[in-house]
């Protein structure tokens, strides 16, 4: 039976875990955590002893393996390592994957925070009116200070608070995963991820893990978002901040055309060359060679289209069921005005960069 021991030697130590937090959701006795979720873990009466570390980049754990039950008692469990989506062979080969539709879309939507056309927002909007879902996963962020943040929407009221791409990691996605299957109980969830988010929910859902049968019951839609890379909090805001930027001055980020763009509140535009702040990125962004998020049943980004549209990737069925109910409930307006070529070309630099 594989435990957190084996994935700290087969991804940890080698700088491969994206960080999405599947296997710290997944862990039925919390034996693993990140710098930012606990600083303090394990109280004893009186008495708390305070586990200092050092490295953001992966989930630390106690030195003692007393909280493991595998390792202690050889009880089966494995839930942290079958969830894990750098296990394995997770490079793809078709820079796409699998679809049956590419559209143009908009939201009609009044958003706020949209980022391009809003088409997510749309889609779990309408998923919530109509009570096809009752919970999504998504990132939300503090708009004063851009920390970003895992995030239980509960309604459409919590969608269109929480819309906009967020380009910054400081805890994983899947953090509020837990909360929403082991205490909420929610049964009909909507996954919103970078493509490292939607491959463990991926082998969540084909792994036969007794275990994680409750998260692979509960989860009814996952929704990927291009990714070409996520920057770590601290590194990019203290970039930022030696440029003079404060982060209650930005309204918002876009990567685009080969540059970070940061728009200001006063409409300024301050753009950075992606290779120029590499040094920001996650280190298991290098691992990954997948732009679209080939395993969502949704794929959503905005290469491909206009301004104000995003290009969304119909993978299946189910998917297409999701995004032709907002449509035919007058939530997005779509059409196959869309260029695939560019879409194929970042797509192949991001599978090119990979290590």
């Not at 940890?12 to 919390?30: E, H, I, Q, R, Y």
Request: net charge positive.
């Amino acid at each position: 039976m594989k435990t957190y021991k084996h994935l700290k030697e087969e991804v940890w130590n080698k700088n491969l875990c994206s960080g999405c937090g599947a296997c710290t959701s997944v862990c039925p006795v919390d034996n693993l955590f990140f710098k930012e979720e606990s600083p303090i873990k394990f109280e004893l009466d009186s008495c708390s002893f305070r586990i200092v570390v050092k490295d953001k980049e992966r989930p630390h754990y106690p030195d003692s393996a007393e909280f493991c039950k595998t390792e202690v008692y050889s009880v089966p469990c494995g839930a942290c390592y079958d969830a894990c989506p750098r296990v394995g062979n997770y490079y793809i080969d078709n820079i796409l994957g699998n679809y049956l539709k590419i559209y143009s879309a908009k939201s009609t939507l009044n958003i706020r925070y949209a980022q391009n056309g809003g088409v997510v927002t749309s889609i779990l909007y309408n998923a919530f009116e109509e009570d096809l879902i009752d919970g999504a996963i998504v990132v939300d962020m503090d708009r004063f200070t851009l920390s970003p943040k895992s995030f239980l929407a509960k309604s459409k009221e919590d969608v269109l608070k929480s819309a906009g791409s967020k380009y910054l990691w400081r805890e994983p996605p899947l953090k509020a995963l837990k909360r929403a299957v082991m205490e909420e109980k929610l049964n009909k969830l909507a996954i919103v991820g970078t493509s490292c988010v939607i491959d463990a929910i991926a082998k969540i859902l084909r792994s036969n893990n007794d275990l994680l049968s409750p998260f692979r019951d509960a989860i009814k839609l996952k929704i990927g978002l291009f990714c070409f890379e996520i920057y770590d909090y601290d590194k990019l805001i203290n970039h930022l901040k030696n440029d003079n930027i404060e982060t209650w001055e930005v309204k918002k980020m876009e990567i685009s055309k080969g540059y970070l763009n940061i728009y200001l509140i006063d409409g300024n535009i301050k753009k950075y060359k992606l290779e120029d702040i590499e040094f920001a990125m996650r280190d298991g962004c290098r691992y990954c060679n997948d732009f679209t998020a080939v395993n969502a049943d949704i794929s959503v980004g905005n290469i491909g289209t206009g301004e104000g549209h995003s290009t969304v990737i119909i993978r299946n069925r189910w998917g297409e069921g999701f995004f032709k109910r907002a449509a035919y409930n007058g939530y997005i307006h779509y059409d196959e005005n869309v260029n695939i070529k560019s879409i194929e070309k970042i797509a192949k630099l991001k599978f090119k960069r990979c290590k």
